[in-house]
Nanobody
Framework: QVQLVESGGGLVQAGGSLRLSCAASGRTFSSYAMGWFRQVPGKEREFVAAINRSGGSTYYQDSVKGRFTISRDNAKNTASLRMNSLKPEDTAVYYC???????????????????WGQGTQVTVSS
């Protein structure tokens, strides 16, 4: 069983920055592919960023490229999402996700992941 706990959300003005963290339980964090997704009420959960198990490969949704950076620290069992130049349209509940089986690929679809955190709210005011 893998438990994921997000932190770091909050209210920020447009143009500001936030850093989300995802703390994972388990002794095999280095074998998990990780991803960040977000969801606004009434819409489907959407992919934001992903990183493979080693941290050597990353992938981003087009709207966040150049503004967001996903990273991981396998020694600390954490994944992070650094968000710069935030826009009001980035407002959402952000979820981290773990895929506990597989390979060194990255995954961008929600059904590729088998564990999810509880989510953290990010609100960007204009």
């Amino acid at each position: 069983q893998v438990q994921l706990v997000e932190s770091g959300g909050g209210l920020v003005q447009a143009g500001g920055s936030l850093r989300l963290s995802c703390a994972a339980s388990g002794r095999t964090f280095s074998s998990y592919a990780m991803g960040w997704f977000r969801q606004v009420p009434g819409k489907e959960r959407e992919f934001v960023a992903a990183i493979n198990r080693s941290g050597g490969s990353t992938y981003y949704q087009d709207s966040v490229k150049g503004r967001f950076t996903i990273s991981r620290d396998n020694a600390k069992n954490t994944a992070s999402l650094r968000m710069n130049s935030l826009k009001p349209e980035d407002t959402a509940v952000y979820y981290c996700a773990a895929r506990s089986y597989g390979d060194y690929n990255i995954y961008i679809r929600s059904y590729d992941y088998d564990y999810w955190g509880q989510g953290t709210q990010v609100t960007v005011s204009s």
